[in-house]
């Protein structure tokens, strides 16, 4: 009886440390800049907005090295009474392309399927952002996760707000 409550206990702490470690999902371009012992520059450019959330591109340079990081930053601002908090997530340049083709494929395909049961599709960034379209009630819903700050990560956007989020990202694709 001890060996199976022990190993109860040490798999819910495993399924919560895991949890814990994706919602902390850095991209490497953010494990570059926190990079320690050397002099970091940060020069952001900004491609736009898109319901609040904020896209830029932001390219890393360690000044002694030289070497360089590139990635899409989405940033969502949250006013909450007196004050705003904002969370920001990375796409490393080397993702972009399939964010693209997600997007895409969200926009020709997947959203004039009408699936029998409720469905997610989705395409995830290992900095954490999200995108997707889920389909319930009869229809598709679009989003855009940049993180969870205080349970309010959603972005809701529309259809049609997917054909911006792909020219901004050529946009910043062009600026990487």
């Known amino acids: 009886m001890k060996k199976i409550l022990f190993t109860i206990i ?6 919560i ?13 953010e494990i570059f ?8 520059q940060k020069e952001f450019l900004d491609i736009g907005n898109l319901k609040k959330c ?27 009474g007196t004050s705003t908090k904002s969370k ?25 399927k ?10 995830r960034s290992r900095g954490g952002f999200e995108t997707g379209c889920l389909y319930g009630d009869g229809g598709w819903t679009t989003y855009l996760i940049v993180q969870n700050i205080d349970g309010e990560r959603y972005v809701w956007i529309s259809i049609a707000d997917l054909a911006i989020l792909y020219t901004m990202i050529e946009q910043a694709k062009e600026k990487l």
């Open 88 to 112: 920001a997530t990375y796409v490393d340049s080397d993702e972009v392309e399939m964010l693209l083709k997600s997007i895409k494929l969200m926009q020709d395909k997947i959203n004039s």
């Open 17 to 29: 440390t895991n949890a814990q470690e994706k919602e902390n999902a850095l991209s490497n371009a």
């Open 54 to 80: 904020n896209i830029q591109t932001i390219h890393f340079t360690d000044l002694i090295s030289s070497k360089e990081k590139s990635a899409i930053k989405f940033e969502y601002e949250i006013a909450k």
């Open 10 to 15: 040490i798999g819910f702490l495993t399924i």
């Open 33 to 40: 800049s926190e990079t320690t012992g050397t002099l970091i």
């Open 114 to 123: 009408k699936p029998a049961n409720y469905t997610e599709v989705y395409f």
